[in-house]
């Protein structure tokens, strides 16, 4: 009986002992509290989040090695190694100028193509209408004088126009004779007559010019010192001159009638007879033409001029035909594909950024001939930690999962992410045996200096559980056998075993699903049965 009282005395001192201890871990509000101060647990609410880490490196998403479009001189390199640039930007120039005339000659052909089609699609103006019937009449005309043969009148006209040459040819001739033989006896006589006349006057005024002067004669030079200068002295020189210039007259008058004395008057007189000659010889061609009638080659030759002038009378009325616009049109497309051409050949001289970023490494040089890979660029804003995560792992992880970010160069600063891409297959990891899969996380603006290619960890945070039942993991046994999960339930003045059903779970509690209420006290450590291993967080 005394054993009795001593056995319930023992249960009471264990249940009070739980009440205080379910008393005192309430006032401290964390499990953890609970666990450092005794083996009786109180299973409680709150949240649970598991996570999975794993490290990789910085990489841009967009990034990009450009190439020349075509080969050249560099005449420009516009940029250097960690500058930063935006899209549009001309990062290298080739030589331009034969691209730039070659622009400008395609868009002179152009409008030339494109005048051509104009004149064919445009209406005549009555000015080219009037000309071009007057064309038309004009060969229509010739054609019918050619096949009527000459009239009367023409022929009259023609054979007088051959006496007239024939007259002046005759003409020229007697100019030409007398210019040669020289004057008549009496032309011979009159003509010395009046030299002698010329000279008489010529020695008088002479003389009466010396009179005017006062002359003294000096015996050291043997010479007279003549003043003059008075109104009468520049008198008489005037008159002497004019009476020299008579006698020269006189003198070649004569000349010119002695026998070949004029070679002037002969050279002119040849050349008017050889005139008079052509033009005879021509009017005579041109009578025996008239006489003689059209030839078949004159006629053909005024056909096709009068077909040429109707067809281009027709052109004008009628339009053009639709064979000549499809023509004149395929000729500008073709000027217009021309300098298309030559312009994107012009646009592939610059290198332009395909989008804002960083220059990391320029190839080419001012001056060299270069083709090929000119410049890298990355897109700094494309930064994404790229993490190689485990196989094991990879299952529990989603896109839009939050992260957490540290970069090794800046360790103490912690950067929220989210998962952003998951690679469908495996990353290949030679020799190695492991397999992983690529996970990019996004990168949040910073004021780090974060660089490409920086090694970075993460957490990932796997799976997140808000206002569930929570309790520590060391309460939980589990029977690997039956698949069973169980917990010390205290119920009372016992202890019985529990059976419950788990949910997530991380590094210290357990999601509890069923089999427990908030505030359900647990025992730990009286029940000898296999401890569960809880790894790092699943769902199950």
Aim: net charge negative.
């Amino acid at each position: 009986m005394n054993r009795r009282w001593i056995w319930v005395l023992a249960a009471v001192i264990i249940v009070g002992t739980g009440v205080f201890l379910l008393v005192r871990g309430r006032n401290n509000d964390t499990a953890a509290a609970q666990e450092a101060t005794s083996d009786v647990v109180t299973a409680f609410i709150g949240d649970l989040s598991a996570s999975a880490s794993a490290s990789g490196q910085v990489i841009p998403q967009r990034e990009a090695t450009l190439p020349l479009a075509r080969s050249g001189q560099v005449m420009q390199v516009n940029v250097e190694v960690g500058d930063v640039v935006n899209e549009g930007d001309v990062l290298v120039e080739l030589e331009r100028t034969a691209l730039e005339r070659a622009v400008s000659n395609a868009e002179q052909s152009l409008t030339i193509q494109e005048s051509n089609l104009a004149k064919l699609l445009a209406p005549p103006n009555e000015t080219d209408l009037v000309v071009a019937e007057a064309a038309v009449a004009s060969a229509q005309a010739r054609l019918d004088n050619l096949l009527n043969g000459p009239t009367e009148a023409q022929i009259a006209a023609s054979a007088s126009n051959l006496r007239a040459a024939e007259a002046n040819v005759a003409a020229a001739s007697a100019r030409l004779s007398q210019a040669q033989s020289g004057g008549t006896p009496d032309q011979v006589i009159a003509a010395q007559n009046a030299l002698d006349a010329a000279q008489e006057a010529y020695t008088t005024a002479e003389e009466r010019h010396r009179a005017t002067y006062d002359c003294d004669y000096n015996e050291s030079t043997g010479t007279y010192d003549c003043e003059g200068g008075s109104a009468a002295e520049e008198a008489a020189r005037v008159q002497a001159q004019q009476a020299l210039a008579d006698l020269r007259a006189a003198e070649e008058r004569l000349n010119n009638l002695q026998p070949g004395g004029n070679t002037t008057s002969v050279a002119s007189g040849q050349a008017s007879l050889a005139q008079a000659v052509a033009q005879r010889d021509a009017a005579q061609a041109r009578h025996d033409l008239l006489l003689a009638g059209a030839t078949d080659a004159q006629i053909a030759e005024a056909e096709a001029g009068l077909a040429q002038a109707q067809a281009q009378l027709d052109a004008l009325t009628e339009g053009a035909s639709d064979e000549q616009i499809t023509i004149t049109e395929a000729a500008v497309e073709q000027a217009r594909l021309a300098l298309e051409l030559a312009q994107n050949n012009l646009a592939d001289a610059s290198l332009i950024a395909p989008f804002g970023g960083v220059i990391t490494a320029v190839y080419v040089s001012e001056g060299e001939f270069a083709n090929g890979i000119a410049i890298a660029l990355i897109d700094t804003n494309s930064l994404e930690v790229v993490l190689d995560v485990d196989e094991i792992d990879i299952g529990s992880v989603e896109i839009g999962q939050e992260a957490i970010v540290t970069i090794e160069s800046f360790p103490d600063s912690e950067l929220s992410s989210e998962v952003v891409a998951i690679a469908p297959k495996n990353k290949a990891n030679t020799g190695t045996g492991l397999v992983t899969y690529e996970v990019n996380l996004s990168l949040p603006e910073t004021d780090l200096p974060i660089l490409a290619n920086m090694t970075a960890n993460a957490q990932l945070v796997t799976a997140n559980r808000e206002d569930v039942l929570l309790v520590p993991n060391r309460a939980i046994t589990a029977d690997r056998e039956a698949g069973t999960y169980a917990v010390q339930l205290i119920q009372g003045e016992e202890v019985v075993e529990q059976t419950i059903t788990i949910g997530l779970r991380d590094g210290q509690y357990t999601q509890v699903t069923s089999g427990l209420n908030e505030g359900d006290q647990i025992l730990i450590g009286d029940i000898d049965a296999p401890r569960i291993e809880f790894g790092p967080g699943n769902e199950q």
